[in-house]
T-cell receptor, first 110, second 114 residues
Framework: DAKTTQPTSMDCAEGRAANLPCNHS???????VYWYRQIHSQGPQYIIH???NNETNEMASLIITEDRKSSTLILPHATLRDTAVYYC???????????FGKGTLLTVNP | DAGVTQSPTHLIKTRGQQVTLRCSPK?????VSWYQQALGQGPQFIFQ???????QRGNFPDRFSGHQFPNYSSELNVNALLLGDSALYLC?????????????FGDGTRLSIL
């Protein structure tokens, strides 16, 4: 499975958009990009995933570059409850293991 | 629609003992994966069960074993517990028929070894 690189930490002001980058330069053509987040003492929460096209759901948007070597997770209006560790994961799908890195600690400030 | 449920939520054991953790997958899911998350680290894949068989395994010793039942629920067994086995154990479920869809996680069992 491809490895990902994420910043260790980021800050964002409440109400502003949070843009979390992820590099996955060795991604294969059949691998998806998944984003999860984990709030302290809880299990990882699925946010969004994509293969080639940009995706949007009620939680976030996922922008994948044309060469698929990087992506950005966008939380359009961050709230204090969005403070969490965000994991970017590349995987061939739910029938395969998810390889978690250390993720990005996003802190939303009032 | 119940999500992934795990029991117990917390457990304390001593070195050398054995432990069994349980997981009920989300409704409609037939595949269960187990992960170990040490303090301050991301989750690490232990193994995955489908059709009552181990389909994939991560880099964990044979002390870690599992089982999946006909109703798709699963157990994780750890024998000869070591201090280093103290961690949050997470269960995730998914549906093999839609491989692009994500795994969904429970809130885990916190295992402490004294």
């Amino acid at each position: 499975d491809a490895k990902t690189t994420q910043p260790t930490s980021m800050d964002c002001a409440e109400g502003r958009a949070a843009n979390l980058p992820c590099n996955h330069s060795t991604i294969s053509g059949n691998e998806y990009v998944y984003w999860y987040r984990q709030i302290h003492s809880q299990g990882p929460q699925y946010i969004i995933h994509g293969l080639k096209n940009n995706e949007t759901n009620e939680m976030a948007s996922l922008i994948i570059t044309e060469d698929r070597k990087s992506s950005t997770l966008i939380l359009p209006h961050a709230t204090l409850r969005d403070t969490a560790v965000y994991y970017c994961i590349v995987s061939r799908g739910s029938n395969y293991k998810l390889t978690f890195g250390k993720g990005t600690l996003l802190t939303v400030n009032p | 629609d119940a999500g992934v449920t795990q029991s117990p939520t917390h457990l304390i054991k001593t070195r050398g003992q054995q432990v069994t953790l349980r997981c009920s997958p989300k409704s409609g899911h037939d595949t269960v994966s187990w992960y170990q998350q040490a303090l301050g680290q991301g989750p690490q894949f232990i193994f995955q069960y489908y059709e009552e068989e181990e389909r994939q395994r991560g880099n964990f010793p044979d002390r870690f074993s599992g089982h999946q039942f006909p109703n798709y629920s699963s157990e994780l067994n750890v024998n000869a517990l070591l201090l280093g086995d103290s961690a949050l154990y997470l269960c995730a479920s998914s549906y093999t028929g839609t491989p692009d869809q994500p795994q969904h996680f429970g809130d885990g069992t916190r295992l402490s070894i004294l």
